[in-house]
């Protein structure tokens, strides 16, 4: 997943990187070293991003339009590229309560590309509609643990662009909760590359321990084994 | 809820705010108005109240004993501190002259904000 999100970012972009999402900020960093040396981000807690006052400075520097990409995700998504983030079931007699949109009800609508992440690629997730609509917009594509679903803007919808290796049309379909035409040129997400993997486990997860030990931790012994 | 925080902090009464359109906050949020942008004609843009907290109780590294407060640059605290009615820091230090040597990370609250300081020790 990070590997799909770093091959999504551009050189001289500048990146914003919410709370609780280590994956995007692993793929932020593993672009700048790769091949966007010139991306600027900002990771509060990381050293060597942009160093705002605040969330204020960097919510106004989102609104003015300058933020080129942020990372959102939701306890549901929708066929329409909708998120989720604040009850499952009816709002009033919510089944479960969450902390609400943290200020994704006004990203989604200023930042030039919205990249959608979820861990969990399942029908419960990607719901034919969220039942409460915290944001929604045009996102630029969903990057899941099963594959990476673009936004075809003309019709409105998720479409599936690429299934990660050991995945297939049938098997992302079955796991998706509505229905998700393929691009034309659908096919299966490069692996990632030796190289891709060294910078992670040499240069990435050294930096994102700061921010995300357990998340580290969990990911060089998933590497071991 | 920035926005909001800094229309208080500017003694107004609402502040439009971007985005929101087609969120259902607005559905459960009647005090969020949508209405015409008066500068941009054509498009819609919402309204939300002011938020003046009547207490905001905040913790800074350091103060001196005119009430100046030294925090981190990082949070908002400085918004909250300006939209609040009452302003109560905790602090770690309190020194004749704490704000006049600031770390690059550090920021003063100046004492006008600020209503009473707690003295928190080990």
Same mark, same amino acid.
């Given at each position: 997943m990070a590997c799909a999100i770093a091959r999504a970012l551009h050189d001289r972009e500048r990146v914003g990187i919410g709370v609780n999402s280590p994956i995007p900020a692993a793929g932020v960093l593993l672009a700048q070293r790769r091949h966007a040396p010139r991306l600027r981000f900002r990771l509060p807690g990381l050293e060597g991003g942009v160093a705002f006052v605040?969330?204020?400075?960097?919510?106004?520097?989102?609104? &003015?339009?300058?933020?080129?990409?942020?990372?959102?995700?939701g306890i549901q998504i929708d066929m329409s590229g909708r998120i989720n983030l604040h009850v499952l079931g009816d709002y009033e007699r919510p089944r479960r /309560?969450?902390?609400?949109?943290?200020?994704?009800?006004?990203?989604?609508?200023?930042? &030039?590309?919205?990249?959608?992440?979820?861990?969990?690629?399942? @029908?419960r997730v990607f719901v034919p509609r969220v039942d409460f609509?915290?944001?929604?917009?045009? @996102?630029? &594509?969903? =990057?899941?643990?099963?594959?990476?679903? +673009?936004?075809?803007?003309?019709?409105? /919808?998720?479409?599936?662009?690429?299934?990660?290796? +050991?995945?297939?049309?049938?098997? =992302?379909r079955a796991a998706t909760g509505f229905e998700l035409p393929s691009r034309s040129d659908v096919g299966e997400t490069p692996p990632p590359t030796a190289e891709e993997l060294r910078v992670l486990r040499d240069d990435v997860y050294p930096l994102l321990a700061a921010v995300y030990p357990g998340f580290v931790q969990?990911? &060089?012994?998933?590497a071991v084994n | 809820m920035l926005m909001a925080l800094q229309a208080g902090a500017s003694g107004v009464s609402f502040t439009p705010v971007p985005g929101l359109l087609g969120s259902d906050l607005l559905r459960?949020? !009647?005090?969020?108005?949508?209405?015409?942008? !008066?500068?941009?004609?054509? #498009?819609?843009?919402?309204?939300? !109240?002011?938020?003046?907290p009547e207490f905001a109780l905040l913790h800074g590294r350091r103060a001196d004993i005119?009430?100046?407060?030294?925090i981190g640059t990082m949070y908002d605290d400085r918004?909250?501190?300006?939209?609040?009615?009452?302003?109560?820091?905790?602090?770690?230090?309190?020194?004749?002259?704490?704000?006049?040597?600031?770390?690059?990370?550090? #920021?003063?609250?100046p004492a006008a904000f600020v209503d009473a300081l707690v003295l928190v020790r080990d």
């Open positions: 605040g969330s204020k400075e960097f919510f106004d520097f989102a609104q &003015r339009g300058e933020l080129d990409v942020f990372f959102l995700s /309560r969450f902390p609400g949109a943290f200020g994704s009800a006004v990203l989604y609508s200023v930042v &030039r590309r919205v990249i959608l992440f979820r861990t969990e690629h399942t @029908p609509v915290t944001a929604g917009g045009s @996102p630029d &594509r969903v =990057v899941t643990s099963r594959a990476v679903l +673009g936004f075809d803007r003309a019709a409105g /919808r998720l479409v599936l662009d690429s299934y990660h290796p +050991g995945q297939s049309v049938d098997s =992302v969990r990911m &060089r012994s998933a | 459960w949020r !009647p005090d969020f108005r949508v209405v015409d942008d !008066p500068c941009r004609p054509g #498009q819609k843009v919402v309204l939300v !109240p002011a938020i003046r005119e009430g100046n407060v030294v918004l909250v501190a300006q939209a609040s009615c009452h302003v109560v820091y905790s602090v770690e230090t309190v020194q004749e002259q704490g704000t006049c040597s600031l770390a690059a990370d550090e #920021q003063v609250i």
